[in-house]
């Protein structure tokens, strides 16, 4: 694409997504913020009206009186976005698309952080890490997330997630909210997994694309040649036992990535390239508010 072309594309996600993600995220988004955004301020005496979720029955034992934990808002607050740009995300027949999702995804992300005012940064990363976008605010550095995001044209091939989310604990010193965006192709590993659910807000999207899973009859063969591996495949598309076997593997391994994110205590949203960003990213502000409340009650 030219500058022309991807700037183009730039504005008309930000246009398309502006809206929806300040009328429809934005609250939710600061909700789930606050909620396990909060840093602990000092213990004081329970007074009738308090919430009793955050007395601290350990502390009540001790001193035998009700004892309340109180907190205080992280006033500076960060997105960060982890963003794979790998061939599997940008070659093959439905690859353009998934792209163009995961675009949007991380542009209503980006909104929302930059509606509510917060820093927002990036990283980008192949089989290396490709760019790193310090965190900041501002229009025009919202400006620059998405065009990276969109049109960043990477050196690696293949995948590393684990040596992506390395990287971000690395970089990210205070609790922010992060999320990792990815076709996964590969998985991060699950101690990896952990360490970045227990250090900040997090959550895994995985983008994928409905023929993917679900391939339509074509009469023929296909060559195709594997995205990363570069290895040729001879396609016989019209074989119905092939297509319901793509159809068993895929269903399959959703099942397998579902649990073992859930294992490693990891938020996973899966989003097809039909479906509607905000509406999928809405539903995991949602459940991650409700975690934080849970959490909120329960004792040091």
Not at 54 to 83: G, Y
Not at 131 to 156: M, T, Y
């Amino acid at each position: 694409m030219t500058l022309e072309e991807i700037l183009k594309k730039v504005r008309a996600i930000e246009v398309a997504q502006k809206k929806r993600a300040k009328e429809k995220l934005a609250g939710e988004y600061r909700s789930a913020f606050k909620g396990s955004g909060m840093q602990f301020k000092e213990f004081r005496t329970y007074v009738y009206g308090d919430d009793v979720r955050h007395i601290s029955w350990n502390v009540s034992a001790r001193t035998q009186d009700p004892i309340l934990k109180t907190f205080e808002e992280e006033r500076e607050r960060t997105l960060f976005l982890v963003v794979d740009v790998s061939s599997s995300l940008r070659r093959g027949p439905w690859a353009l698309e998934k792209s163009y999702k995961l675009a949007e995804v991380a542009a209503a992300l980006s909104l929302t952080a930059f509606e509510s005012r917060d820093k927002l940064g990036l990283l980008l990363f192949s089989d290396r890490i490709e760019r790193v976008v310090p965190p900041q605010k501002g229009k025009s550095h919202l400006l620059r997330i998405i065009r990276d995001v969109l049109a960043f044209e990477p050196k690696g091939k293949k995948t590393a997630p684990d040596l992506a989310l390395k990287t971000t604990l690395g970089i990210l010193k205070k609790k922010s909210m992060v999320f990792f965006l990815s076709d996964l192709e590969v998985t991060p590993s699950e101690i990896l997994l952990r360490r970045m659910s227990s250090k900040h807000i997090f959550g895994v999207i995985q983008v994928n694309h409905l023929n993917e899973t679900n391939p339509p009859p074509f009469p023929g063969f296909i060559e195709m040649e594997t995205a990363e591996q570069r290895r040729p495949v001879t396609i016989d598309a019209s074989s119905t036992s092939l297509l319901n076997f793509i159809k068993i593997f895929h269903k399959n391994r959703h099942h397998e990535i579902e649990s073992y994110f859930q294992k490693c205590g990891t938020s996973y949203l899966p989003i097809s390239t039909q479906e509607d960003a905000v509406t999928v990213l809405s539903e995991f502000f949602k459940q991650n508010s409700a975690r934080a409340g849970r959490h909120a009650g329960a004792s040091p």
